[in-house]
């Protein structure tokens, strides 16, 4: 979430001239879509704050408020989406235990279950960096994470609201294909080194730093290893999204940077910038914290979904859509 607008624009550039190796900006080519987005839900619905989006099929989108953390679980109507029966108003998120108010930037569904990642508690003070998991097939109207993994002691101290922004998980078939490096032992990754961490990794983007690292979490919950850090391609980053059908790593900075989204591939091991977008010319520069890709299965005319969340809600809306080339 970001509260205020921390830099104005001299500032800005002069950060991006400043970042450290691996952050230089790739030239900006148009969006590879189409210009033109559609707004995607009906007026008031959300108010302030959506910050994380992801597809779990052509249908179904799961959406988190940053404050108060909530939950959202929703559904398509034609090109609208709006809450599930049940997720109405969302459901309140907690950490394990039912205390606290999870500051939830990110989500994603996995074969693991649906997991938010959260930058502060907002009843308390300072940075908390915790990934929660949530049993979303509970009928109670707030969820306790059923498992959390606290990273805070294992990344760079940043602000309280430069924190985790983005979530997004990569399946180990796709990793080790691809022969990504483990940071860790230096030699390609290898799944068995990480017992119960499941069948992938978690990348989880911190704003503050612009980087990107790559977890593996024991399922049964607590234990995680880093096994790799990268660059985003941006001095701050925002969201993250895996393109399983392309096999793109997606980074997106809001207004910070004017819209703008990057694509990462994996080449020789490692994750690298591969392109560098601008936002649709049609699209306002709105604050947006939030963006999914549809499935590839979802693919009409050459063209699939993709849905941005405004933190800002500008004009009453919180969800526009656009396009992306398939494949």
Same mark, same amino acid.
């Given at each position: 979430?970001?509260? *205020?607008?921390?830099?104005?624009?001299?500032?800005?550039? /002069?950060?991006?001239?400043?970042?450290?190796?691996?952050?230089?900006?790739?030239?900006? !080519?148009?969006?590879?879509?189409?210009?033109?987005?559609?707004?995607?839900?009906?007026? $008031?619905?959300?108010?302030?704050?959506?910050?994380?989006?992801?597809?779990?099929?052509?249908?179904?989108?799961?959406?988190?408020?940053?404050?108060?953390?909530?939950?959202?679980?929703?559904?398509?109507?034609?090109?609208?989406? =709006?809450?599930?029966?049940?997720?109405?108003?969302?459901?309140?998120?907690?950490?394990?235990?039912?205390?606290?108010?999870?500051? !939830?930037?990110?989500?994603?569904?996995?074969?693991?279950?649906?997991?938010?990642?959260?930058?502060?508690?907002?009843?308390?003070?300072?940075?908390?960096?915790?990934?929660?998991?949530?049993?979303?097939?509970?009928?109670? +109207?707030?969820?306790?994470?059923?498992?959390?993994?606290?990273?805070?002691?294992?990344?760079?101290?940043?602000?309280?609201?430069?924190?985790?922004?983005?979530?997004?998980?990569?399946?180990?078939?796709?990793?080790?294909?691809?022969?990504?490096?483990?940071?860790?032992? +230096?030699?390609?990754?290898?799944?068995?080194?990480?017992?119960?961490?499941?069948?992938?990794?978690? *990348?989880?983007?911190?704003?503050?730093?612009?980087?990107?690292?790559?977890? !593996?979490?024991?399922?049964?919950?607590?234990? *995680?290893?880093?096994?790799?850090?990268?660059?985003?391609?941006?001095?701050?980053?925002? &969201?993250? &999204? *895996?393109?399983?059908?392309?096999?793109?790593?997606?980074?997106?900075?809001?207004?910070?940077?004017?819209? +703008?989204?990057?694509?990462?591939? /994996?080449?020789? $091991?490692?994750?690298?910038?591969?392109?560098?977008? !601008?936002?649709?010319?049609?699209?306002?520069?709105?604050?947006? &914290?939030?963006?999914?890709?549809?499935?590839?299965?979802?693919?009409?005319?050459?063209?699939?979904?993709?849905?941005?969340?405004?933190?800002?809600?500008? =004009?009453?809306?919180?969800?526009?859509?656009?396009?992306?080339?398939?494949?």
């Amino acid at each position: 979430m970001r509260i *205020f607008r921390r830099f104005t624009a001299p500032v800005i550039l /002069l950060s991006a001239l400043l970042a450290a190796p691996g952050t230089a900006q790739a030239a900006t !080519a148009k969006w590879p879509g189409d210009p033109a987005v559609a707004v995607a839900d009906a007026a $008031g619905v959300f108010g302030d704050n959506l910050s994380g989006l992801s597809f779990a099929g052509a249908d179904v989108l799961w959406a988190v408020k940053n404050g108060p953390g909530t939950l959202y679980r929703l559904v398509r109507t034609g090109t609208t989406w =709006g809450p599930d029966a049940g997720w109405s108003s969302g459901k309140a998120l907690h950490y394990r235990g039912g205390s606290g108010d999870p500051d !939830a930037e990110g989500v994603v569904a996995t074969p693991d279950g649906v997991f938010a990642a959260t930058e502060r508690d907002n009843d308390g003070d300072g940075s908390l960096l915790k990934v929660l998991r949530f049993d979303t097939a509970s009928t109670a +109207k707030s969820l306790n994470a059923v498992a959390e993994w606290d990273l805070t002691g294992d990344l760079p101290a940043v602000d309280d609201n430069g924190g985790f922004e983005g979530i997004t998980w990569i399946p180990d078939a796709f990793l080790t294909a691809g022969g990504f490096r483990d940071d860790r032992t +230096k030699a390609p990754y290898a799944p068995g080194n990480y017992a119960g961490h499941g069948t992938g990794l978690y *990348f989880v983007g911190l704003e503050d730093t612009g980087k990107i690292y790559a977890y !593996a979490l024991d399922q049964s919950g607590g234990g *995680f290893s880093k096994v790799a850090t990268l660059s985003s391609g941006f001095p701050n980053v925002m &969201e993250l &999204e *895996f393109e399983p059908d392309t096999g793109r790593l997606w980074s997106v900075c809001d207004d910070t940077c004017a819209g +703008k989204t990057a694509t990462l591939k /994996l080449v020789d $091991g490692k994750f690298t910038v591969s392109a560098t977008y !601008a936002r649709p010319s049609k699209m306002p520069d709105y604050n947006n &914290e939030g963006f999914a890709i549809a499935p590839g299965s979802t693919c009409s005319s050459g063209r699939k979904a993709v849905v941005w969340a405004d933190d800002g809600n500008d =004009g009453g809306h919180a969800l526009r859509t656009g396009t992306l080339p398939c494949g």
